[in-house]
């Protein structure tokens, strides 16, 4: 059975991101998912009506993949949807994906910081191995109850 992943990116990254929800469809990359996501933009500037859109994509899921470009790292909509995905009362584990090899991801940004706090795995961008890390996440996802206790707060930004 297909696990169910959310995809979370950062708004300029959302050509990649599709084309990271398509590869379940290759035929050379063994990896099965349904993505859930937002990768057309929600038509609003409401924040709490996006919020809910989010949410509600969230639903079902067990593992979030973060996908990191070179703005994502202070996206505060990334920050909170990973802040939603591991206070959900089942959380779901969180694996991180560089879009590329020179996407810093600093320690001390905001997206940086929570991926540390709840222990996400980051890796490279590495299609063959994504299938494992998401199982990875998964299995992590039992030990984010713990780590969740301390994440909160709230996104501001109605730019993704």
């Not at 998401?134 to 109605?158: D, F, H, K, L, P």
Request: hydrophobic fraction near 40%.
């Amino acid at each position: 059975m297909a696990r169910r992943v959310f995809i979370s990116h950062q708004h300029d990254d959302r050509m990649k991101a599709k084309g990271f929800n398509l590869l379940r469809w290759n035929k050379n990359v063994d990896v099965e998912f349904v993505g859930q996501h937002l990768l057309d933009p929600v038509d609003s500037n409401n924040e709490a009506y996006i919020k809910q859109c989010v949410r509600e994509q969230l639903k079902g899921t067990s593992v979030t993949v973060v996908l990191i470009g070179k703005k994502t790292p202070d996206s505060d909509w990334v920050r909170w949807e990973i802040e939603e995905s591991v206070s959900k009362q089942n959380p779901n584990g969180v694996l991180a994906i560089k879009l590329e090899p020179d996407c810093d991801l600093p320690a001390d940004s905001p997206v940086g910081k929570i991926l540390r706090d709840v222990g996400a795995e980051i890796m490279d961008w590495s299609p063959h191995d994504f299938a494992d890390a998401i199982e990875r996440a998964a299995a992590a996802a039992g030990r984010i109850r713990q780590i969740a206790a301390g994440v909160g707060g709230s996104g501001s930004s109605c730019a993704r």
